[in-house]
């Protein structure tokens, strides 16, 4: 997966960049079909505010959290990306497993 950091009036530290990979890596065992993400983190007054968007085949999984801590921001968006990933899987897995039923004509 390509993983993209931008960090807005912050500066990105490694510990950081080990803790989205980590969970980006546990995100893309549940999907194994996610190609990109792209990590944005935002510093204001008292505020932190991590952005994650992670694309995959059809869809886009977006999240974002606010904290007083970046660190605490990061954990946020990334646990609901994973949620968003596993609630994904089972719709998917659910569609596909039960297929529509295939209706035969009778020929009088």
């Known amino acids: 997966m390509i993983v993209e950091y931008t960090g807005r009036k912050t500066a990105i530290t490694p510990k950081l960049k080990q803790l989205a990979e980590e969970s980006l890596a546990r995100i893309e065992r549940v999907t194994n079909r996610c190609t990109s993400a792209h990590i944005v983190l935002k510093e204001d007054k008292y505020r932190q505010r991590a952005e994650i968007t992670v ?43 039960h297929p529509k039923p295939v209706v035969q004509e009778l020929s009088a």
Do not use: D
Request: glycine share 0%; net charge negative; hydrophobic share 35%.
């Open 55 to 97: 694309q995959c085949r059809n869809e886009s999984l977006v999240a974002s959290s606010e904290a007083t801590e970046m660190e605490q921001a990061l954990r946020e968006a990334l646990t609901t990306i994973e949620q968003q990933a596993i609630k994904s899987k089972e719709k998917f897995t659910t569609v596909r497993s």
